[in-house]
């Protein structure tokens, strides 16, 4: 068998999404318009929420939808210190103060006791992140929120679709926030949506997503619509074209399809290396149904003696791409140094840190595609070992 490379995500875009947006492209209204409105009453229906406001990034998404709790100069907002650059710089962007905490050693998700020992007089907003697309422990975390009356503002990047205890990931906190980026379980290439139940958040983000001006702003070139525009607040560029909204509407007739692909490969990898001293594979808890967004092992030094960089780099050399999601915040520069934080002060997010290597998974992967993702873990597990093995008896 001739081993070809096997990236680590490639995106599963057929005709009907190809066809869909060169009907966009035909009929004249390229940027926020009829698309983007059939995409968010679409996909408020698919997560069963009451309001879904399409925007450009996931990122402008937590930035509105933090805006919209009231976030503002000198505030706490907790945040797990495992999550990607988008989940604290929003943020920043406020003036708050993003408070790092640690995760869960087993799912990564936020650690509700870690969130608890973080909250002050000063919290204005707690950030979950569902991680790899497995629900946070949403009944602990909401408790905690309504005790101290602190919105909830969830990143779902990772999380479609995914749901906590029956519940659809969407519609548990004060807002959701998701993500389309080209690696995502939707994509449109860049884009987003925020969900709520809230008329009143879900009114102020629209107004804010378009410069802060009046409602509808979008229609001024419509022949329903009116030149005539107020500015109510000094509001940002976040809005979706309906390019995006077109590509996005088929990809989420697929969402069951593609979520199913991706459960089997998870499955699949969970049988393939049960076996493998030293691999760990993914904690899914039985109470909530994971997006299988990342498949995400460890590699445990005391076994496998190979340190994670190699064997990521063992892995590339034999033809599987993979990443690291991710190089918890407080080891970045600009929170180390800002806030003063040590690798030590999250210790689970730390030690999962240096263990962590994500394999691909997603529907486009071929059968072909799975077989040499598993026997090369395998090989390169199986060799390191024998290296290890070798090693104790002093040879
Ligand atoms: C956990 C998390 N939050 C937020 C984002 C930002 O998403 P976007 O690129 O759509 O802004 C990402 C993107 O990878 C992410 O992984």
């Known amino acids: 068998m001739t081993n070809t490379f096997v990236s680590y995500h490639r995106p599963s875009i057929g005709e009907a999404e190809i066809n869909a947006v060169v009907e966009v492209l035909r009929s004249g209204w390229l940027t926020t318009g009829p698309q983007v409105q059939a995409f968010e009453a679409a996909f408020a229906r698919a997560v069963g929420v009451k309001h879904a406001v399409a925007v450009n990034s996931c990122t402008a998404g937590l930035h509105l939808a933090l805006e919209a709790a009231g976030v503002s100069l000198d505030d706490e907002v907790i945040v797990p210190t495992l999550t990607f650059a988008a989940s604290a710089e929003v943020v920043a962007y406020l003036g708050a103060k993003p408070v790092l905490i640690d995760c869960r050693p087993d799912t990564y998700t936020m650690s509700p006791q870690a969130l608890q020992a973080a909250i002050t007089t000063r ?3 707690i950030m979950p992140v569902h991680y790899a697309g497995q629900a946070c422990d949403m009944d602990e975390i909401m408790a905690i929120a309504r005790d101290h009356d602190i919105p909830v503002i969830e990143d779902a990047a990772h999380a479609l679709p995914a749901s906590y205890r029956g519940r659809p990931i969407g519609g ?6 998701f993500s389309f980026y080209a690696t995502k379980t939707l994509t449109t290439g860049e884009g987003g949506m925020i969900t709520t139940n809230d008329p009143d958040v879900a009114e102020r983000m629209r107004i804010m997503a378009l410069h802060g001006i009046s409602k509808d702003a979008w229609k001024r070139y419509t022949a329903e619509g009116s030149w005539y525009y107020e500015i109510l607040a000094p509001g940002y560029k976040y809005n979706l074209t309906d390019l995006a909204a077109a590509l996005g509407l088929e990809q989420l007739k697929r969402q069951a399809e593609f979520r199913e692909a991706r459960a089997r490969i998870a499955a699949r990898y969970d049988e393939a290396f049960s076996d493998l001293q030293g691999l760990r594979t993914p904690v899914a808890l039985p109470d909530r149904e994971h ?18 960089n190699a064997f990521i780099e063992s892995l590339r050399e034999r033809g599987v791409g993979t990443s690291v999601h991710f190089i918890p915040l ?3 520069p600009y929170y180390r140094d800002t806030y003063g934080y040590t690798p030590s002060d999250f210790p689970n997010a730390f030690a999962a840190y240096e263990r962590m290597v994500s394999l691909p998974i997603y529907p486009a992967m071929t059968a072909a595609d799975i077989d040499q993702v598993i026997s090369t873990v395998r090989e390169v597990v199986a060799r390191a070992n024998s290296r290890a093995r070798v090693g104790t008896v002093g040879v």
């Open 172 to 177: 548990i906190g004060d807002a959701t926030c």
């Open 123 to 125: 919290t204005r907003a």
């Open 330 to 332: 407080h080891l970045h």
């Open 291 to 308: 997006a299988w967004h990342l498949y995400v092992i460890e590699v445990e030094p005391s076994h496998v003696r190979l340190s994670r």
